[in-house]
């Protein structure tokens, strides 16, 4: 539009000119032919501006439609929609990449008003950055790892085997390659490329260029260690886009890697005979699946977050429900529902302890207070964001409402101790893909500075609520346990992080899963060692019961 633009100034100004002012150009027929050589370049002008802003409006409408239809699907459950993480990461992309895009589209005194006015929004709405963006797609990256999701299901909104979304377009699968890029994160930029690519064939409204996708897919295959396959869409892309100069480079570095390999493989073979022995250690998958034991704790987390591995037949089997109520005279009339997760250390289940409408007084109160959750720096004692927790969180006082101080009462009653030296009641909201690794809730002997301005000594017992079902993942994981316990709203979890003695109880070590789909709401009491004195016998060794 610029081109066209600049060619009517510059007509208007031969035009207006002195020269063909005085020259009275209706009579000269020669004259008159420059002048339809004017109006031809005018009229062409005029031609490919029009076309340029029926193709502007073309795009416009194919997003308008594109984005109304989908903001029509959320609008009939927005939680339902909301929860799904493929939808979560549409809605940021959206909000990102596509909206940016409809702005640069944009270019007149008209349309000016109106990019004006969405700059504006900027500053009284909400708006996800280019961060949110990274982090919306990475979250994806670690449920497809996590949960061996197939890329192409995914593609397509299936996630195990539901369909909860629509399919995503060449351009959002591009997009997650690029972030996936970004981060030097190849093996995940290979997959999506991968999948943009064959979905770009099969769409017929293209958003990117074909030459787009072969230049991440040809350089991320490259660093994958496929390099004649990189050199195989080199040349494909060089079909497209004959000058790319960074596709001509990379064929050079390519051609030269490939004559290097080679003579690095003749030299092997001239050389001394290789013995035959594979020196390479076992992968995890190659394994005895029987030797769980032996599996690093990174695998053990993600089996059991799919459900791969459980406790043991034996130990299940001693695992019991009960009515209880712990000599409490308020139990006596309404006893808790008792069910053991593991015997030990000892791990239970408190089903409907959290009414409804305490769940919502806590989530309400919590909501406007979330902020990026934390953790301690076991070395400084600072609590700072860490990527291996993905969630925000709040803190609530027992005094802000009366549901809040039940809820703590119910802590002592199911617990049997005291919560005048507990930390106040952590609320919690896990996101797209949210997240916390294996962790102790305790501190470590190392760790002096950890809870030192409580001065209420360590942890020495936590109350998990959850105040959510969770549809698929989420569940809270003990890897050395193999125990999960699945999210189920109203439900509490109860275990001891310390031993009689004092020490810590690393078999504790737990983790959050990632949530697969649907949203998270989990609360923490964690009740500390000063106060506890006359209400849990102390011991000289771990092994006290």
């Given at each position: 539009m610029q081109t066209f633009l600049v060619l009517v100034v510059g007509a208007l100004l031969v035009l207006t000119s002195p020269y063909y002012g005085k020259a009275e150009l209706y009579t000269a027929l020669a004259d008159m032919e420059e002048l339809l050589e004017t109006e031809g370049v005018l009229i062409q002008s005029l031609s490919t501006f029009i076309?340029?802003?029926e193709d502007m409006l073309n795009r416009l409408k194919r997003y308008q439609s594109d984005l109304s239809r989908e903001h029509e699907r959320a609008?009939?459950?927005?939680?339902?929609?909301?929860?799904?993480?493929?939808?979560a990461y549409t809605l940021v992309k959206h909000l990102t990449t596509d909206w940016k895009d409809i702005e640069s589209i944009l270019?007149?005194?008209?349309?000016?008003?109106?990019?004006?006015?969405?700059?504006?929004?900027?500053?009284?709405?909400?708006f996800p950055t280019d961060e949110d963006l990274n982090g919306a797609a990475v979250a994806l990256m670690r449920l497809q790892d996590t949960y061996k999701l197939d890329t192409s299901a995914v593609a397509r909104g299936l996630i195990n085997g539901v369909q909860y979304s629509t399919a995503l377009t060449a351009g959002d699968?591009?997009?997650?390659?690029?972030?996936?890029?970004?981060?030097k994160d190849f093996y995940h930029t290979v997959q999506w490329?991968?999948?943009?690519?064959?979905?770009?064939?099969?769409?017929?409204n293209k958003t990117i260029t074909k030459a787009d996708i072969l230049e991440y897919l040809a350089f991320s295959t490259y660093m994958e260690g496929n390099v004649h396959t990189a050199l195989e869409m080199t040349d494909e892309l060089l079909t497209l886009v004959p000058n790319h100069n960074r596709a001509i480079g990379n064929r050079v570095y390519y051609l030269q890697d490939i004559s290097q390999r080679a003579l690095q493989k003749k030299k092997g073979e001239d050389g001394e005979a290789s013995s035959g022995l594979n020196s390479q250690p076992l992968t995890v998958s190659e394994k005895k699946l029987g030797d769980i034991e032996e599996l690093p704790e990174r695998e053990l987390y993600e089996r059991l977050c799919r459900g791969e591995v459980t406790m043991s037949p034996a130990k299940q089997a001693r695992l019991k429900c009960r009515y209880i109520h712990k000599?409490?005279?308020?139990?006596?009339?309404?006893?808790?529902?008792?069910?053991?997760a593991c015997l030990s250390p000892r791990i239970v289940l408190y089903h409907n302890v959290l009414a409804d409408a305490e769940i919502e007084t806590i989530k309400h109160l919590a909501q406007p207070r979330l902020k990026r959750a934390t953790v301690q720096n076991y070395k400084t004692g600072e609590l700072e964001v860490a990527s291996y927790r993905i969630s925000k969180s709040a803190w609530l006082r027992e005094e802000e409402h009366h549901h809040i101080a039940t809820v703590v009462q119910r802590v002592e009653d199911m617990t049997g101790l005291t919560c005048t030296t507990a930390e106040e009641l952590q609320v919690v909201n896990y996101g797209i893909g949210g997240h916390y690794e294996p962790h102790f809730d305790f501190a470590r002997r190392g760790e002096k500075n950890a809870f030192k301005s409580l001065g209420t000594g360590n942890r020495i017992a936590t109350t998990l609520f959850y105040m959510s079902d969770v549809p698929q993942g989420g569940a809270t994981v003990f890897p050395h346990l193999r125990v999960a316990l699945y999210?189920?709203?109203?439900?509490?979890?109860?275990?001891?992080?310390?031993?009689?003695?004092g020490e810590g109880d690393y078999r504790t070590r737990h983790a959050a899963c990632p949530v697969l789909t649907g949203s998270k709401w989990v609360s923490n009491k964690w009740l500390h060692e000063r106060g506890q004195e006359l209400l849990r016998k102390c011991g000289l060794t771990e092994n006290e019961d």
């Open positions: 076309k340029a802003q609008g009939q459950d927005v939680q339902s929609y909301l929860s799904n993480p493929i939808n270019d007149d005194s008209k349309i000016k008003e109106f990019q004006y006015n969405i700059s504006n929004y900027h500053a009284v709405l909400k699968c591009f997009e997650l390659g690029r972030q996936s890029y970004n981060n490329m991968t999948e943009a690519l064959q979905r770009y064939d099969e769409e017929n000599d409490n005279p308020f139990l006596f009339l309404a006893r808790l529902r008792e069910e053991e999210p189920q709203k109203g439900t509490a979890a109860f275990w001891f992080n310390l031993h009689r003695n």
